[in-house]
Nanobody, 127 residues
Framework: QVQLVESGGDLVQPGGSLRLSCVASGFTSDVYAMGWFRRAPGKEREGVACISSSGSSGYYAGSVAGRFTISRDNTKNALYLQMNSLKPEDTAVYYC????????????????????WGQGTQVTVSS
């Protein structure tokens, strides 16, 4: 059974940092491109950051570039998102996703359906 389980979401003040984790089970994640997506209240799900199966290439949405860093550890079937300088507009449920044959990582981050998805973890940025 394929599972993606996210953790690390929390309430944090503006300017703060969080590190999200996603652990995959039931499949060998090192052949899958993976990514972080988010859905803010009243908005559609959007791609935040995506990384190739080897970790050699990545893509960031413009709204998070320079503040967020995506990484993966294929020995642990794990995906991470380091989020710094958090803003209230980063408030959302964050989802981990995995997909075969994603093309470019920009393309991976545009695909908000299909593939494997976790249940999400809530990030709230508020003072």
């Amino acid at each position: 059974q394929v599972q993606l389980v996210e953790s690390g979401g929390d309430l944090v003040q503006p300017g703060g940092s969080l590190r999200l984790s996603c652990v995959a089970s039931g499949f060998t994640s090192d052949v899958y491109a993976m990514g972080w997506f988010r859905r803010a209240p009243g908005k559609e799900r959007e791609g935040v950051a995506c990384i190739s199966s080897s970790g050699s290439s990545g893509y960031y949405a413009g709204s998070v570039a320079g503040r967020f860093t995506i990484s993966r550890d294929n020995t642990k079937n794990a995906l991470y998102l380091q989020m710094n300088s958090l803003k209230p507009e980063d408030t959302a449920v964050y989802y981990c996703a995995a997909r075969l044959a994603a093309g470019t990582m920009k393309n991976m981050c545009m695909m908000t359906t299909g593939g494997y998805w976790g249940q999400g973890t809530q990030v709230t940025v508020s003072s």
